[in-house]
């Protein structure tokens, strides 16, 4: 958890994250929608890189240089739960307003939720989940 921590434990990463999940994929468009600072947006985008979250992509417009869209690579889409869970978290605990953005089954659009699930594929209530640590728990 302390790896996930370091990774993901700051506002900018997580904000950068979303807008990918958003389908934001243009350096300048997410420098628009976040407001970040230019230096701290490219340090951010590099470290997501570097830890293969995000992948980079040429693009051209025409008359224009190339430039480069960062997209989520299978590690990164993976992600996915733990915003949504974070954005249902806050919704529920910080301000009690529904969460800006939901999962949903692509055939139906059907509200999907976060659950716990046995290796058997049985839902487990919340109440009846612990956490325990294994000795190889280094994540």
Known sequence: MALTAELLGDRWTLLILREAFYGVQRYDDMLQDLGAPRA????????LLNQKILKRHPYQEKGERVRHAYKLSKKGRALGKVLIAMSEWGATHL??????????????????????????????????TKLYVTPSDKC
């Open 95 to 128: 301000t009690k307003s529904p969460a800006p953005a939901h999962l949903a089954e692509r055939n139906t659009n059907t509200h999907l939720k976060i659950a716990f699930l046995t290796d058997e594929g049985r839902v487990v209530p919340e109440t009846q």
């Open 40 to 47: 701290t947006l490219t340090d951010r985008l590099n470290k």
